[in-house]
């Protein structure tokens, strides 16, 4: 089978190789998918990079944990009617060598979900990391109905859907951007008021907007970075949900400020929730997607031979939406 690969660590274009590995086997409680589209997070370039030194430990690394296609052989233990499903597939790439970039890939069953008729391959491809770490983010701490939550970076992979996600919940919504466009974005989703992350003071612009009211819940896209704002408009009592602080990667939290808050900060990673909160996740999103009733952003779809160039979209930060390569 065509795939890509690296067994060492750097850039993209210095180490992601492309050419035919063996065509893997399903073993017991898996599935063999036949993969048409594979999605790049930014979880995934980082590793290529280096983030985890013991990666390539047991050898050469096929990149990516999300993707979508269809199942075309199964293993001892699962259903033979499986054979012949349109299925996402998510975590492919955790605590294991072989990951989406490729033509195929032998996963446990529980991680290729049924993927509803109506959804194309490509959405697919987003569910895994962005929209199942949204459902975490804006659920984790319980229902968010008539709770005024706050979306940072509302236009980004997982900010999109966790907007969304909350309106569905029947919050309101209020979101960060950084430009007009990408708040006309989260306005989209369902944002009632978008402020620039940008301007120094937009904690208080978001209080002067809800005329000093504070907010319930924050799903943060930058926790180091957006702390000190943070506490500015959040309530005593609040919830900090945060997958990410890539600016400020290791913050000093002001922590009787926060003490006397009585906040609760939750780190949000999709590979290490629990097993119930993936299953409710991927239920919820199945639903939602044979209703129609999610909005994607898909910034491009890559050739395989052009992998390299998907990651360095991820790397540049400029992609708006979720960067996909057609296996």
């Not at 975490?136 to 236009?155: E, I, M, P, S």
């Not at 890559?302 to 400029?318: F, K, M, V, Y």
């Amino acid at each position: 089978m065509r795939a890509v690969w690296f067994n060492r660590f750097g850039s993209s274009g210095q180490v992601l190789q492309i050419g035919e590995l063996p065509k893997p086997e399903p073993g017991y409680g898996e599935v063999l998918v036949k993969l048409y589209m594979t999605g790049v997070n930014p979880s995934d370039v980082k590793k290529r990079a280096g983030a985890f030194p013991h990666l390539l430990d047991s050898g050469l690394v096929v990149p990516h944990s999300d993707g979508a296609g269809e199942i075309t052989a199964v293993g001892a233990g699962v259903a033979e009617d499986r054979i012949g499903q349109r299925v996402f597939v998510y975590q492919a790439q955790h605590e294991r060598s072989n990951g989406t970039a490729a033509e195929y890939i032998a996963i446990d069953e529980l991680r290729a979900p049924l993927l509803p008729s109506n959804t194309s391959f490509e959405v697919g491809a987003c569910i895994g990391i962005p929209i199942l770490t949204a459902h975490r983010c804006v659920f984790a701490d319980g229902k968010v109905t008539n709770k005024l939550l706050l979306v940072t970076g509302g236009a980004g992979r997982v900010g999109y859907y966790a907007i969304q996600w909350a309106k569905f919940g029947g919050a309101r919504v209020l979101a960060t951007a950084s430009n007009e466009s990408d708040a006309e974005a989260c306005r989209d989703a369902g944002a009632e008021f978008v402020v620039n992350h940008r301007h120094p003071y937009w904690a208080e612009d978001i209080l002067r907007y809800t005329d000093g009211e504070k907010i319930d819940r924050a799903v943060d896209v930058e926790f180091g970075a957006n702390l000190a704002a943070l506490l500015n408009c959040l309530r005593v009592g609040a919830e900090i949900v945060s997958y990410s602080s890539s600016a400020v990667p290791e913050p000093v939290l002001p922590f009787k400020k926060m003490m006397f808050m009585d906040l609760v900060v939750r780190m949000v990673i999709v590979y290490d929730m629990p097993e119930v909160a993936k299953a409710k996740a991927v239920k919820d999103t199945q639903k939602l997607l044979q209703e129609g009733a999610l909005k994607h952003r898909i910034a491009e779809v890559i050739p395989l031979d052009e992998t390299a160039r998907a990651h360095q979209l991820i790397e540049s930060g400029e992609s708006r939406g979720c960067v996909l390569i057609s296996v």
